[in-house]
């Protein structure tokens, strides 16, 4: 992943938890997003942002509780499916729209691979 994208996909996870209102205690998303970072990778904290979405619980504790359980299993576990991320992602803003857009225009079998991981 460059470093483009690790930065894309903070920045869209920080956007989500805004846009959302998730509940983030007495921290912003950004400082939240940047402890996270010193045990998850980028793309981890975007998916967990989404999957909390997903799950209906918007609190940054959740995203958290979500980073905890993958870390265990060792690699992101998903459930929800690339229509709804496409659907959430329409309410980032334009700028940080990029990643999703690049997931949108892979290849066919790459959006195969994706789904198949997300639905896991």
Not at 12 to 32: N, P, T, V
Not at 59 to 87: C, D, M, Q
Request: proline share 3%; glycine share 4%; with cysteine.
């Amino acid at each position: 992943m460059t470093e483009l994208t690790q930065d894309l996909s903070l920045a869209q996870a920080c956007s989500l938890m805004d846009s959302y209102a998730f509940d983030l205690g007495r921290d912003d998303a950004d400082k939240l997003v940047g402890c996270w970072l010193d045990l998850y990778q980028p793309n981890w904290i975007r998916l967990a942002t989404i999957e909390a979405l997903y799950l209906g619980r918007y609190k940054a504790i959740s995203v958290e509780h979500i980073l905890n359980v993958w870390l265990r299993l060792g690699t992101p576990n998903p459930h929800f499916t690339y229509e709804f991320e496409r659907l959430i992602c329409r309410k980032l803003p334009k700028h940080l729209s990029d990643l999703s857009d690049l997931t949108a225009s892979a290849s066919k079998s790459e959006r195969e691979n994706y789904s198949r991981v997300v639905s896991l």
